[in-house]
């Protein structure tokens, strides 16, 4: 079994940027591939963003630039660097993992987080 927490959300402006962090226990994480989903209201949730167990990232066309993920494995914990935020960016973000590699469907995931809500206001 693998618990994860995300933390790091809140209320930011327009333009400013949050870390997102999802920290793990559990098995070894280091062999886990990662991803954050996010969830706006009345929609469905979706991939943003993912790192695998060797450190290869994949991010959604949509946030390419300003969202970079990556993990600190003797931390066991998967950070979500959010910059230039939008309003659009508001949803609840998850973290969820799988063992092996990144997978887009979010089917494919084992393990999920409770959430963490950001809110960008303009």
């Known amino acids: 079994q693998v618990q994860l927490v995300e933390s790091g959300g809140g209320l930011v402006q327009a333009g400013g940027s949050l870390r997102l962090s999802c920290a793990a226990s559990?098995?070894?994480?280091?062999?886990?591939?990662v991803a954050w989903f996010w969830q706006a209201p009345g929609k469905e949730r979706e991939l943003v963003a993912g790192?695998?167990?060797?450190?290869?990232?994949y991010y959604a066309d949509s946030v390419k630039g300003r969202f970079t993920i990556s993990r600190d494995n003797a931390e066991n914990t998967v950070y979500l660097q959010i910059n230039s935020l939008k309003p659009e960016d508001t949803a609840v973000y998850y973290c969820?993992?799988?063992?092996?590699?990144?997978?887009?469907?979010?089917?494919?995931?084992?393990?999920w987080g409770q959430g963490t809500q950001v809110t960008v206001s303009s």
């Open positions: 969820a993992a799988r063992q092996d590699f990144l997978a887009t469907r979010r089917a494919a995931y084992d393990y």
């Open positions: 559990g098995r070894t994480f280091s062999n886990y591939a």
């Open positions: 790192i695998n167990s060797r450190g290869s990232t």
